[in-house]
């Protein structure tokens, strides 16, 4: 897991307030995705970024969350007005070129509590 | 819908044994899969990757076959250690520009010395 850096690692929100988890990509990478894991079970995808753009964001809910990867800077997971089944781990993962032809590697995730 | 089956039930293993873990898809054509290592509290390691054209892929420990007409994949660890003990991730990946991998809900491996 080295190289991809997540920060949060741990972060309690009270319902309705907002979190943003932040993802720094291993060196070289310009690829970013999030993904989230429920108590319980597998991760699920969320979103896939390549710098400015969205590629793919089939796996995000329809409201209250959003993904950016911008110029400069970390990739931001956003999350509005959370809610209790919100609670998760949020992994991000990166790669150097498409998913298909290379590794993704993964950060050590953020735990969002909402209490 | 596209579903992936690993072993739920925890497999326990005594050390020096083979471990063999199972992974079984249905409703899907993956270009390739991926299997990974997910400690308590910690983020997935990659340890692997089989592309669909690839029978079987080996490292160090480490052996995984890919077996597109049976849908499965399985996953080997010879000479097991207690330091293998841990949650394994399999994991498929479609072609094209997507960065959208389905991952199982993993195994968890237990072993013992």
């Known amino acids: 897991n080295a190289g991809v850096m997540q920060n949060p690692r741990h972060l309690v929100r009270r319902r309705g307030q907002e979190a943003r988890l932040r993802c720094s990509p291993m060196?070289?990478?310009?690829?970013v995705y999030w993904y989230r894991q429920l108590p319980e079970e597998g991760l699920k995808f969320m979103v896939y970024l390549q710098k400015e753009n969205i590629i793919d964001e089939s796996g995000m809910p329809k409201e209250r969350f959003s993904a950016e990867f911008p110029k400069e800077g970390p990739s931001i997971l956003r999350i509005q007005q959370v809610v209790r089944g919100d609670s998760a781990a949020y992994f991000c993962?990166?790669?150097?070129?498409?998913?298909?032809?290379?590794?993704?590697?993964f950060g050590e995730g953020s735990w969002l509590t909402v209490v | 819908s596209q579903k992936i089956e690993q072993n739920s039930e925890a497999l326990n293993i005594q050390e020096g044994k083979t471990a063999t873990l199972t992974c079984n898809y249905t409703?899907?054509?993956?270009?390739?899969l991926q299997w990974y290592r997910q400690d308590p509290g910690r983020g997935p390691v990659f340890l692997l990757l089989i592309r669909e054209n690839e029978k079987e892929k080996r490292k160090e420990r480490l052996k995984v076959t890919f077996d597109t007409t049976l849908k499965q994949s399985l996953f080997h660890i010879t000479a097991s250690q207690p330091a293998d003990s841990a949650t394994y991730l399999c994991?498929?990946?479609?072609?094209?520009?997507?960065?959208?991998?389905?991952f199982g809900q993993g195994t968890t491996l237990q072993v013992k010395p």
């Open positions: 994991a498929l990946g479609g072609s094209g520009n997507t960065g959208k991998l389905i």
């Open positions: 060196k070289g990478h310009s690829h």
């Open positions: 993962a990166s790669s150097m070129g498409q998913a298909s032809g290379n590794t993704i590697y």
């Open positions: 409703n899907y054509s993956p270009a390739y």
